[in-house]
């Protein structure tokens, strides 16, 4: 069995040709008809996915369903910075069953601090003011996604964020590597990105109620509870991410290029090549190996099955490739048992029994 047969795709429908994304919707159901795939799942990125309004995304939606055996279900996602997302793009992303996540990054300073216009200008206002019609259409609101900045309360950020009652809050490591260091990581031992989570992981599995999905940490816990990681960004489930860029190209995870130019490259292309073509290429296959892709240092590590080595493209080093273990090392290490030791304390006695 392949392990890409269950498969999300990344795609950028704004700036592809009709006939490209035709072709496109060819492939994904032949992939799906070949592996027998109950469902799928497609995700419009960008840059800004909506820059040519929802009328795009929904095209290729009603033409990937069309490709797709009806037994298949089909989801499909937009991750969008939200300055575009108002009432018509809502209405016809929610009548066309496109689920929206929006990006935003805590509260108006530190938002507009990270988030601009071309001209300067903040773009939170514009932001909030599309979550405010979003959390109203709750069937298609997916959550909000944030990319930690340590300058930032933690808490306080968190709480900024569930002004919007999101269905759930995915907080994401800024993109870094050994050879170019994330912001505020040091050479040392210590764990900023760490102390910044565990405030949030505090304040969250510390609430009267639950509040929101939190999928940072819902995956650690579920890793040690002996669940599988549903996401790349910790565990050692192989990845099942395929990228179509808008000329055609199949590439890998879009965090690759983070590492280096064309670290995401493939040379396939939806004209010419399966899905499966990717398969048999060596930095996909590194990607499937799971545990036996570790470094000896992160094998040895006791918490290496709940890691996973973190990011993929967070373990790059220039001269050694991706065989390291990630710049977050620390981080993540600190992050998972502080959970574990929570956990522990809290549900020890009733797992042993």
């Known amino acids: 069995m392949y392990e890409l047969a269950d498969q999300t795709w990344r795609t950028q429908p704004h700036a592809m040709s009709s006939a490209l994304i035709s072709v496109a919707a060819g492939r994904i159901a032949e992939h799906a008809r070949s592996h027998r795939l109950a469902s799928v799942r497609i995700i419009f990125h960008g840059g800004e996915p909506l820059l040519a309004g929802a009328g795009p995304l929904v095209d290729a939606a009603r033409k990937i369903r069309a490709a797709v055996d009806a037994r298949v279900a089909v989801d499909f996602w937009v991750q969008t910075n939200g300055t575009l997302l108002d009432v018509p793009a809502l209405d016809a992303l929610g009548r066309a069953g496109i689920r929206v996540g929006v990006s935003i990054d805590g509260d108006r300073v530190t938002h507009d601090r990270n988030r601009r216009h071309p001209g300067g200008r903040g773009s939170h206002e514009a932001v909030v003011r599309a979550l405010r019609e979003l959390a109203r259409r709750p069937s298609i609101y997916s959550g909000l996604l944030c990319v930690v900045d340590l300058g930032a309360d933690p808490v306080g950020t968190y709480e900024a964020l569930l002004e919007f009652e999101p269905p759930a809050i995915d907080f994401l490591l800024p993109h870094g590597n050994w050879s170019t260091r994330p912001?505020?990581?040091?050479?040392?031992?210590?764990?900023?990105?760490?102390?910044?989570?565990?405030?949030?992981?505090?304040?969250?599995?510390?609430?009267?109620?639950?509040?929101?999905?939190?999928?940072?940490?819902?995956?650690?816990?579920?890793?040690?509870?002996?669940?599988?990681?549903?996401?790349?960004?910790?565990?050692?489930?192989?990845?099942?991410?395929?990228?179509?860029?808008?000329?055609?190209?199949?590439?890998?995870?879009?965090?690759?290029?983070?590492?280096?130019?064309?670290?995401?490259?493939?040379?396939?292309?939806?004209?010419?090549?399966?899905?499966?073509?990717?398969?048999?290429?060596?930095?996909?296959?590194?990607?499937?190996?799971?545990?036996?892709?570790?470094?000896?240092?992160?094998?040895?590590?006791?918490?290496?099955?709940?890691?996973?080595?973190?990011?993929?493209?967070?373990?790059?080093?220039?001269?050694?490739g991706f065989l390291n273990r990630s710049v977050y090392c620390e981080d993540l290490y600190a992050l998972i048992t502080h959970i574990a030791a929570r956990l522990a304390a809290d549900l020890g006695p009733r797992l042993a029994s």
């Open 183 to 320: 912001p505020g990581r040091p050479g040392t031992a210590a764990a900023p990105y760490a102390d910044w989570l565990i405030s949030v992981f505090e304040r969250w599995y510390r609430a009267a109620s639950r509040e929101t999905a939190v999928r940072l940490f819902d995956e650690i816990i579920h890793l040690l509870l002996g669940g599988k990681s549903a996401t790349e960004s910790v565990g050692l489930t192989p990845s099942s991410l395929v990228v179509i860029e808008a000329d055609g190209s199949i590439e890998l995870s879009d965090t690759l290029k983070s590492a280096y130019q064309g670290a995401a490259a493939t040379g396939l292309h939806i004209a010419s090549d399966p899905f499966d073509a990717a398969l048999t290429l060596p930095q996909v296959m590194a990607m499937q190996l799971g545990a036996s892709a570790l470094s000896a240092e992160c094998s040895a590590c006791p918490v290496h099955r709940i890691c996973g080595a973190g990011l993929y493209a967070h373990r790059y080093r220039a001269g050694s």
